[in-house]
Antibody
Framework: QVTLKESGPGMLQPSKTLSLTCSFS??????????VSWIRQPSGKSLEWLAA???????YYNPSLKSRLTVSKDTSNTQVFLKITSVDIADTATYYC???????????WGQGVMVTVSS | EIVLTQSPTTMAASPGEKVTLTCRAS?????MHWYQQRSGTSPKLWIY???KLASGVPNRFSGSGSGTSYSLTINSMETEDAATYYC?????????FGAGTKLELK
């Protein structure tokens, strides 16, 4: 059974660094073809793909946010992390992690973690 | 990046009515994928690789299209189908999503 779960600070101040964790089970990120992605959704709006890391450790970023994003994984291949630097109000959103296979779609999603940027 | 334009933005359908949602890409893509999102929940994979139903999706749903034009069809609207549907392409980096179509029950 594949599950993913995001965790994060809930609220943080503008200009700070947002750190998110995606903990997953039911698959290993060391398996060829596996990718874990981060996607966010401001309230009432659509989905925005942010970043991904694959089984081989290759990293991918949305060009529009690339300078502020860092994705990484742990050595046990059961957690993926995302850092977003210099957050502002526009980064307020629900952040999801999702598994992406070679078929380029997201087949399993976490429940999401809501992050509010506010002073 | 490839921009996906969904139409309509919002629509209402009566039980039993046939529903068609469309997604147009700014450039040709190999496949289109669709997600269903109910209020307060995470998106669920609904249709993948244009026409394949995800596990548990009723067969009143279907998907079709090619190139820059794709659609999701519900053969006969049911109450549980009221949700927002998003299209997504992964053929071209970066992955992008449409703005969504909110489908309501009339």
């Amino acid at each position: 059974q594949v599950t993913l779960k995001e965790s994060g600070p809930g609220m943080l101040q503008p200009s700070k660094t947002l750190s998110l964790t995606c903990s997953f089970s039911g698959f290993s990120l060391s398996t060829s073809g596996m990718v874990v992605s981060w996607i966010r959704q401001p309230s009432g709006k659509s989905l925005e793909w942010l970043a991904a890391i694959d089984w081989d450790g290759d990293k991918y970023y949305n060009p529009s946010l690339k300078s502020r994003l860092t994705v990484s994984k742990d050595t046990s291949n059961t957690q993926v992390f995302l850092k977003i630097t210099s957050v502002d109000i526009a980064d307020t959103a629900t952040y999801y992690c999702a598994r992406r296979l070679e078929g380029d779609y997201f087949d399993y999603w976490g429940q999401g973690v809501m992050v509010t940027v506010s002073s | 990046e490839i921009v996906l334009t969904q139409s309509p933005t919002t629509m209402a359908a009566s039980p039993g009515e046939k529903v068609t949602l469309t997604c147009r890409a700014s450039s040709s893509v190999s496949y289109m994928h669709w997600y269903q999102q109910r209020s307060g929940t995470s998106p669920k994979l609904w249709i993948y690789e244009t026409s394949k139903l995800a596990s548990g999706v009723p067969n009143r749903f279907s998907g079709s299209g090619s190139g820059t034009s794709y659609s999701l069809t519900i053969n006969s609207m049911e109450t549980e189908d009221a949700a927002t549907y998003y299209c997504q392409q992964g053929s071209s980096y970066p992955d992008t999503f449409g703005a969504g179509t909110k489908l309501e029950l009339k």
